[in-house]
């Protein structure tokens, strides 16, 4: 049995939609839609319906194999109707007889469904019997315009939206659901409220829109029924047998089959001599139609079922047997026929006369306007289909019937490239081949990654031994030392470096381990300070500045470590005697070296001197001897 889902209120209106989280995107629904109203995203994960373009045929209901696919329900609304004692009357379609085969009397099921609540119980099939009569009048008084059938409601909108030029050609005649609609409400009042019970989806469209007196309230399926049924415990054993409300109908328990519905106004369709055509089934339909408005060879008016007749509707439990169903139909017909009283039913069809079940349509143009050839042939390139040979044929894998159609869909917005096997097939062949060379290519960069990672490991720990090493020399220095940043705060500072600058400093340094993040300019006075600024703008050294601080002499030496971020100082107390003595012999030293210094130059004059003198000298002595020689 089909899960029938009995919301009160559908979204924006809809008869029929599509929940996403079941759906699984299997385009099965997209292979059965007759007016591509089903939309595939790119950007979604699930088909949507658009609902201007459907005609509630049901075909992606029956197919979904998830249930995705979920159909607008009046149970709860025909319930609550009842429960409030308004008075209410069921219109029953004969293909009922193909739903409930385990009930063996007509009379049962009308009483069980008179158990319900309802005060009128009425079968169609004397709707079905004027609608007939006046269908074949009108292909009796043949002008040279041919017709089509107004019997089924899914066939109307599909002509209404996808063929809007032959709304002209349908019968404009109400349907029987409808015309049965206005029955009742001459035998009974205007308040009744009228509920059809049938396997149709499509008449939901008729509901609220044929208006008075035609108009159908509410709408359940014969699934929906025998929810019904079981809710309320009742059974073939729990009920006595009733008869339907009058008037009754002759053949008209035939509808639910193929040609059924002309039989019912004695038409038959005679390959020599009729001058309509039955079929039924999607696919014929659809064919027919298309024929018709393309070809005057057919010559024919059209008596169509959208479904493969009522007794596979999308209302009727699934997995019901076609041929065992229209036998059931038959055994109906001829049972309800026991009792038929030909007078009366004279009498009816006068009292209901044709005029007053006349109707106009109103196209309601829903063609997509084809995208450009170039783009349609640049998307089958994209699928990597070329050649009219390919379009006009397809493997069906993607829901359309062939290449062309669907690069149509996707030119239009309505499916997308990946729902085509070939090309999903081509795009994951080359995403495999991506993703093993990506694979290849991580393989090496993983290799490296190790590799990088073990000589930054052996960096670290020898920058450690570095940053130990040097920390340790630091220590050792008797100097005080201080390497900071361009803000001038404190990297690092040796022990010396904080027992020069005191007992503050010290405090600082016991909640600041080692004075690291100190900011050096709240321990030096401006002077100071100026210096390590010059050495950061100039990148130059500032070497042996002696600073006179209270009571002490200290010097001061800074040079740059780091271009513009990082400096260095070292710092001495010249008031310390080891400092002061240190500092004398370096002095001495530096005026030793001075003197030897000038020692050495005056030495070099004089002997510059003395060498220019003796060559002087012996310049003149020798011209006197050459002046004696002569």
Request: glycine share 6%; charged share 25%.
């Amino acid at each position: 049995m089909k899960e029938i889902n009995i919301q009160d209120s559908r979204p924006d209106g809809q008869i029929i939609w599509v929940e996403p989280d079941p759906c699984i995107l299997c385009y099965a629904c997209v292979r059965e839609c007759p007016s591509m109203a089903i939309e595939v995203k790119t950007n979604l994960d699930h088909v949507t319906i658009l609902s201007d373009r459907c005609i509630a045929c049901g075909s992606c209901f029956t197919i979904c194999p998830t249930r995705a696919v979920k159909i607008q329900s009046d149970l709860e609304k025909v319930r609550e109707i009842i429960k409030s004692g308004r008075p209410a009357s069921a219109i029953i379609d004969p293909s009922i007889s193909a739903e409930f085969p385990d009930i063996t009397d007509y009379r049962n099921f009308v009483g069980m469904i008179r158990a319900l609540g309802f005060s009128g119980v009425y079968d169609l099939s004397f709707a079905v019997d004027l609608s007939a009569q006046a269908h074949a009048s009108l292909f009796a008084d043949f002008k040279g315009k041919f017709r089509i059938s107004s019997k089924c409601p899914a066939v109307v909108s599909y002509i209404e939206k996808h063929q809007p030029q032959l709304t002209e050609n349908l019968v404009p005649v109400y349907s029987p659901a409808s015309i049965m609609a206005q029955i009742i409400r001459k035998q009974e009042s205007e308040e009744t409220c009228v509920v059809l019970i049938n396997p149709c989806l499509a008449s939901r469209l008729e509901l609220g829109a044929t208006g008075e007196p035609f108009r159908i309230d509410a709408q359940i399926s014969f699934t929906e029924l025998r929810e019904w049924f079981t809710t309320q415990q009742i059974s073939e054993n729990s009920v006595e047998f009733s008869e339907f409300n009058p008037p009754n109908g002759r053949k008209g328990s035939l509808f639910p089959l193929s040609s059924g519905f002309m039989q019912s106004a004695n038409q038959f369709e005679d390959l020599l001599m009729s001058n309509f055509l039955s079929t039924d089934g999607r696919q014929d339909m659809l064919e027919s139609i298309d024929e018709f408005a393309t070809s005057y060879d057919i010559r024919k008016h059209l008596d169509l079922f959208y479904c493969e007749g009522c007794i596979m509707g999308p209302g009727m439990s699934s997995g019901g047997h076609k041929f065992r169903r229209r036998t059931l139909v038959t055994e109906y017909a001829t049972k309800r026929s026991e009792n038929f009283i030909d007078q009366e039913w004279q009498s009816n069809l006068e009292k209901f006369s044709v005029t007053e079940i006349s109707r106009q349509y109103t196209p309601d143009d829903q063609i997509l306007k084809l995208p450009d050839e170039t783009e349609i042939s640049d998307i089958l390139k994209l699928i990597g289909t070329s050649g009219d040979h390919d379009t006009n044929r397809g493997c069906l894998a993607c829901g359309y019937k062939t290449c062309r159609d669907f690069a149509i869909a996707v030119a239009l917005g309505l499916a997308k490239a990946e729902m085509c096997h070939l090309y999903g097939t081509k795009s994951k062949q080359e995403y495999i081949k991506s993703l093993r060379s990506s694979n290849e290519q991580l393989a090496k960069a993983q290799k490296a990654l190790q590799e990088s990672e073990k000589v930054a490991l052996d960096e670290k720990k020898m920058a450690l031994e570095y940053s130990e090493t040097l920390t340790a020399v630091l220590q050792k220095i008797p100097s005080g030392v201080v390497i900071v940043n361009e803000n001038l705060r404190i990297i690092q500072a040796n022990r010396e470096f904080i027992e020069i600058l005191g007992d503050e400093i010290k405090s600082i340094d016991e909640v600041i381990p080692g004075l690291k993040g100190a900011d050096l300019r709240t321990m030096f006075p401006p002077q100071m300070l100026n210096l390590f600024t010059f050495v950061l703008q100039n990148n130059q050294d500032v070497m042996h500045k002696d600073i006179a601080i209270d009571s002490r002499l200290l010097n001061l030496s800074v040079f740059p470590i780091k271009k513009g971020s990082i400096m260095g100082a070292v710092l001495r107390d010249l008031s310390l005697p080891e400092v002061q003595k240190e500092e004398v012999i370096k002095k001495v030293t530096e005026v030793i070296d001075k003197n030897l210094e000038m020692v050495q130059q005056i030495g070099f004059l004089l002997g510059e001197g003395a060498s220019d003198t003796e060559r002087m000298l012996n310049s003149i002595i020798k011209y006197y001897r050459s002046e004696e020689t002569k």
